[in-house]
């Protein structure tokens, strides 16, 4: 068997050598202590888990020896008998071992660049919760993975791309093939948190969640974590295509909401969360096809809605949202194939600083389901705005270089509201694109 040399010297130096005051001796042994009863009070293995690794023993160098300060890590080693360890045979790919001088828990140290390992699924497939633990902060989720399939193990979880978020130093990870109680996970965060990682509760200083969780493919549940100190979304769950729901988290400090729910497709409905400082919503729900729903957020400070909803291919109806600051709405709807409704006076109270061009380019393209009403709602509105199709939405301005509002429909016939809509939104410089006719 195997000796664990690092855990035989961590011990020597946490249990007194070379400790230079009685204070120190005194107060070092009831940390030892309290620590110790604490982690007595619960095993790990009590949940049953497919896989589980700590970096006080998981991390093994070249050949199989326990890691030392400092060696790449070649594997780590499955603390649950009989199962698989993640493994990563590249060295460029491997993560460093660190191994604390003062007695603290060993970590490990990823790049956020490359650095990843494999491991393989059993036999059974898991639906169950993973327990991503670090010093940055600890989390639960549910997960689900195949089985007999290889998975790719990042710092943030298991992930298909390493190169995202800011979950780096690992203290350990825990998978288990059923989904875990809510006491289970605060024993088992208390757990990991009890040997140096940073409980949930340290998100909350967070400030840039920028792609923290993307790619993370196998969630199928996200925690209502603290997120109340966070200003940057962009790509925070960019990808997550198997989260069935969201969290009510608090997203009222945050300002950049690029793409940060794009292509979670398996989202059927979304929170009321609180958007009201974002200004960028480039994208933050693109692709995500299986909404059937939209609630009414706070968008009252947003100026770019590019592409924010296209994709949303179960969406019936959509909410009266404040969009009056926007400057660019190009592609926001677009191949929202099922959108029958759109309500009227969205742009009763459009007054942005300026107006990209291509504004509307394509903004309502391949909505086939739209009804004759909802064309003559978006238009009516527009022209009740009174902007025109200048850089600066006056009249007299610079006519944008695309001024074409681009809209399609189902072809019923179009009221005379909205024929008498076109023909004033003409005399302001707009172009008017239905169902590829210029009009």
């Known amino acids: 068997m195997r000796k664990n040399r690092r855990t035989d010297e961590k011990l020597s130096l946490r249990l007194g050598t070379l400790v230079p005051t009685q204070g120190f001796t005194q107060s070092l042994t009831r940390s030892l202590t309290s620590r110790v ?90 639906n169950g919760t993973i327990v991503v633990a670090t010093l940055e902060g600890t989390y639960s989720a549910n997960i689900s993975l195949d089985a007999s399939t290889q998975y790719d193990l990042q710092a943030r979880g298991v992930a298909s791309t390493p190169n995202h978020g800011f979950l780096k130093n690992v203290i350990g990870y825990l998978i288990t093939p059923s989904q875990l109680s809510d006491s289970e996970i605060t024993k088992i965060e208390a757990y990991f948190v009890d040997k140096g990682a940073a409980a949930r509760s340290a998100f909350g200083s967070v400030t840039s969640f920028n792609s923290a969780w993307r790619s993370c493919s196998s969630l199928t549940s996200f925690p209502a974590i603290d997120t109340s100190s966070g200003t940057n979304f962009g790509y925070a769950w960019y990808g997550c295509t198997s989260l069935t729901s969201f969290p009510l988290i608090d997203t009222s400090s945050g300002t950049n909401f690029v793409a940060t729910w794009r292509s979670c497709t398996s989202l059927t409905s979304f929170p009321l969360i ?53 400057r660019n709405f190009a592609y926001t709807w677009q191949n929202c194939s099922s959108l029958t409704t759109f309500p009227s006076g969205f742009f ?66 179009l009221s005379s509201a909205t024929s008498t809509a076109i023909t004033s939104l003409k005399s302001k410089n707009w172009a008017i694109n239905i169902n590829n006719v210029i009009q």
């Open 37 to 126: 009863t604490r982690t007595a009070d619960f095993a790990p293995l009590s949940l049953n888990p497919a896989f589980w690794f700590d970096m006080d023993s998981s991390m093994l160098a070249a050949g199989d020896a326990a890691a030392e300060e400092a060696d790449l890590v070649a594997s780590l080693e499955n603390k649950v008998s009989g199962g698989p360890n993640a493994t990563q045979t590249t060295a460029s790919k491997q993560a460093v071992a660190k191994i604390p001088t003062d007695g603290s828990q060993p970590y490990l140290l990823m790049d956020i660049v490359d650095d990843e390992y494999e491991f393989t699924t059993g036999g059974s497939a898991i």
């Open 274 to 326: 609180d958007t009201s400082s974002g200004t960028n919503f480039y994208l933050a729900w693109g692709n995500c096809s299986s909404l059937t729903s939209f609630p009414l957020v706070d968008t009252s400070s947003g100026t770019d809605f590019l592409a924010a909803w296209t994709g949303c291919t179960y969406l019936t109806s959509f909410p009266l949202i404040d969009t009056s600051s926007g």
């Open 348 to 413: 009763d109270s459009w007054s942005p600083a300026s107006v990209s061009s291509g504004v509307f380019n394509v903004a309502w393209d391949g909505c086939s389901s739209l009804t004759a009403q909802s064309v003559e709602n978006i238009l009516t509105s527009i022209d009740t705005s009174g902007i025109y199709g200048t850089t600066s939405g006056a009249s007299g301005g610079t006519q944008l270089a695309d001024n074409t509002i681009d809209i399609d429909y189902d072809g019923s016939t």
